[in-house]
């Protein structure tokens, strides 16, 4: 099980970014799979996850942080999983990562979730 993100950098506050995990050795539509973010001296927090389309009913969870300005969606075909995020704040700064524990639905918290990428930085400046 491998778990890649990508696409982050640094953008302006009400920037767009969207970030990328491409995952192997599980399919996508298989499980639940979620986006993790980390600032220095804070916890990780599960800011959205998706339960399995195949197995679940693919249910979306947003963090009331996000909910509104981040999308989570996957491309089954190309076994990715994507999060769109609009309308970036200087507080969206962080290191985001994507993760799975290969259940077909889990909340939306760190603990649970054992499959982890490398990260990817986002930074936003105001």
């Known amino acids: 099980v491998q778990l890649q993100a990508s696409g982050g950098g640094l953008v302006h506050s009400g920037g767009s970014l969207r970030l990328s995990c491409a995952v192997s050795?599980?399919?996508?539509?298989?499980?639940?799979i979620g986006w993790f973010r980390q600032t220095p001296g804070k916890e990780r927090e599960g800011i959205s996850c998706?339960?399995?389309?195949?197995?679940?009913?693919?249910?979306?969870y947003y963090a009331d942080s996000v909910k509104g300005r981040f999308t989570i969606s996957r491309d089954n075909a190309k076994n990715t999983l994507y999060l769109q995020m609009d309308n970036l704040k200087p507080e969206d700064t962080a290191v985001y990562y994507c993760?799975?524990?290969?259940?077909?639905?889990?909340?939306?918290?760190?603990?649970?979730?054992?499959?982890w990428g490398q990260g990817t930085q986002v930074t936003v400046s105001s």
């Open positions: 998706v339960s399995s389309i195949s197995r679940h009913d693919g249910s979306t």
């Open positions: 050795g599980f399919s996508l539509d298989d499980y639940a």
């Open positions: 993760a799975t524990d290969l259940r077909t639905f889990s909340v939306c918290l760190p603990d649970g979730f054992e499959y």
